[in-house]
């Protein structure tokens, strides 16, 4: 049975001032921990046992005699087993007796079994721990159902190998790493057929996976994720802020695409199939004349989900989105909480966020600035399941 909202609600309410921001070692956590710490909050890295060092080490907090950092952001790391552990009786309750709140990223939804998450995970999240399952492509109702209801546009879905006629991708998670891709693109059944057997053969895919793959038509154009935020707290028209736009860096496909034609057609057959694993992310701005159509589909993002999955979206939420042809948006993907490439605006943040708020914002500190609005209004329990 999933978490009564109120029990996380009246756990909320019963955080001191300070609690400590905590998130999954991985993703988006620099950028969440980066954040809490320029509002003045203690951070908590929860790492899966040898991935720690990065967070216990070379970003861990040094303050000086009188308590002021003067190197770091990263207070305290926990360390597991496998990141799964966390939600382990004794963990939440040391998270609990910690008085911690935790911010999700996609480390948490992709390690923790969502089940867990919406009926055992009793730690308050800040942000719609169940907007957390759209995400899942194999779900009956996910992020495409909430988009389409909402009269969002998608790429168009085919469905089955035999229908495909044109350039489409295959969407479905790594063989072994599943928080990453195995996604591949194809013309043709024929096509489909080879570079499916290709790929489970050298363990990128697996056929099972393939079974319930969505293949949906390719839109060719730039690429933008867009970096937003929802504040149930402010004003009705102040309510949905653009922090920042990036891209992302995926592995092999972007050493691929540096080559030129001829080089690419001397690579081995295993390697010109590209990879799609993201490895990093880089920052973009978008012409104005777009913003105008990406504000309105967020808007309806955001009464889809209000509508669907009440209370809706709660702080950061990203639409991963193609510009066809004519400029149009087309979203293919949604994040329904803080996006994996926001790391880039780490200390500085966003270009637009940082015009709107007059000065540094990231998505991770926009985080903290509203748990500390929150705190203190007493509105904590309304960004918090």
């Not at 308590?67 to 939440?92: E, K, L, N, S």
């Not at 909402?150 to 599943?178: C, F, N, Q, Y």
């Amino acid at each position: 049975m999933p978490i009564p909202r109120s029990e996380m609600q009246a756990l909320a309410r019963a955080l001191p001032p300070d609690p400590v921001i905590a998130a999954i070692g991985s993703h988006s956590a620099l950028d969440i921990a980066d954040g809490a710490s320029q509002e003045g909050f203690r951070t908590l890295v929860l790492a899966e046992r040898g991935r720690e060092r990065t967070y216990d080490r070379y970003f861990r907090t040094r303050r000086d005699a009188a308590g002021a950092i003067v190197r770091g952001f990263v207070d305290d790391v926990w360390t597991y087993p496998r990141f799964a552990d966390v939600a382990g009786a004794g963990p939440q309750e040391r998270l609990r007796a910690a008085h911690a709140l935790v911010v999700p990223n996609r480390a948490l939804s992709s390690y923790v079994a969502l089940d867990v998450l919406e009926n055992d995970f009793r730690v308050p999240i800040v942000g719609s721990r169940t907007l957390l399952r759209i995400e899942e492509r194999t779900e009956r109702e996910n992020y495409y159902t909430l988009l389409e209801g909402a009269g969002v546009a998608t790429p168009r879905r085919i469905p089955s190998p035999e229908s495909i006629r044109g350039l489409a991708i295959v969407k479905l998670p790594h063989a072994t790493r599943r928080l990453e891709r195995g996604f591949f693109t194809v013309a043709s059944p024929e096509e489909f057929r080879a570079k499916s057997e290709a790929l489970v053969r050298q363990g990128v895919v697996r056929t099972d996976d393939l079974a319930v793959a969505r293949i949906e038509e390719y839109i060719l154009g730039p690429v933008f994720n867009f970096n937003f935020f929802y504040s149930p707290l402010a004003a009705e028209d102040d309510r949905l802020e653009l922090l920042g736009v990036d891209e992302r860096r995926e592995s092999s496909l972007d050493g691929i695409a540096r080559l030129p034609a001829a080089q690419q057609l001397e690579i081995g057959e295993a390697a010109r199939l590209p990879r799609y694993t993201v490895v990093g992310h880089g920052t973009l701005t978008v012409r104005e004349s777009v913003l105008e159509s990406v504000f309105e589909l967020a808007e309806r993002f955001v009464r889809a989900a209000a509508s669907r999955y009440p209370p809706g979206i709660l702080g950061p939420f990203t639409l991963q989105t193609c510009l066809d042809a004519d400029g149009a948006p087309v979203i293919f993907d949604v994040a329904a909480r803080i996006g994996g490439g926001t790391n880039v605006h780490l200390a500085l943040g966003h270009p637009y966020g940082n015009a709107l708020w007059r000065g540094p914002m990231s998505t991770g500190r926009r985080i903290a600035v509203e748990i500390r609005r929150a705190i203190t209004t007493g509105r904590l329990e309304e960004i918090v399941t």
